[in-house]
């Protein structure tokens, strides 16, 4: 439950802000049918997460060696420093409305989740615990606390959000797991 839990509350605060979310506003405005949306994210959420966790922990038992531990620890401490840099919405995402609500969310969802500070916190969470369902669980639903409200919400809930404060938040818990992961590896040591 560590594992579940530790996944979910980090994505939660770090998906605040990120592009994700903004997309998540732009399609709820665009579409006018939160819950097609909202299903289209969780498909999108679950099915990268659950490639992304499963790839870390490959990764991580190929490489199980402390210098891959110590890899993922600076990881981690980068994801912190990523995580103070604020995102948008890129101006070349375009959506096609003729496939509808669910298929042009999860579409676009799970294209602009590659590469992004969530996908790449599910590798490093993946690779840590080595729990693939665990984290692809917890991450999915990170990412459904911090995009459904955004759905229902949109930019009402952006404006009263202190983003900056958030990203500091995630950013702090980054570098804790980061910090945490070097203290064990050196404990072992």
Excluded at 54 to 80: C, E, P, Q, R, T
Excluded at 86 to 99: F, M, T
Excluded at 150 to 161: M, P, Q, S
Aim: aromatic share 10%; charged share 10%; net charge neutral.
């Amino acid at each position: 439950m560590e594992v579940f839990f530790t996944s979910t509350l980090l994505v939660a605060v770090a998906e605040i802000g990120d592009k994700t979310m903004l997309l998540a506003i732009l399609l709820a405005t665009r579409f006018k049918k939160p819950i097609p949306v909202i299903a289209g994210i969780f498909i999108a959420t679950i099915i990268n997460h659950a490639l992304a966790a499963w790839a870390g922990s490959a990764l991580a038992a190929i490489f199980m060696s402390d210098i891959f531990g110590y890899a993922v620890a600076i990881g981690f401490i980068l994801m912190a420093a990523w995580t103070l840099i604020p995102d948008k919405v890129d101006d070349n995402i375009k959506v096609a409305s003729q496939r509808g609500a669910f298929v042009a969310t999860a579409i676009a969802f799970f294209l602009v989740e590659m590469g992004d500070k969530t996908q790449v916190a599910t590798i490093a969470l993946g690779a840590q615990y080595h729990a693939v369902w665990a984290v692809a669980a917890g991450t999915t639903l990170g990412m459904m606390i911090a995009n459904v409200p955004a759905v229902y919400l949109g930019e009402r809930l952006v404006a009263k959000i202190s983003l900056r404060m958030v990203h500091i938040i995630a950013a702090a818990m980054f570098l804790l797991l980061g910090i945490w992961q070097l203290w064990e590896l050196s404990s072992r040591a």
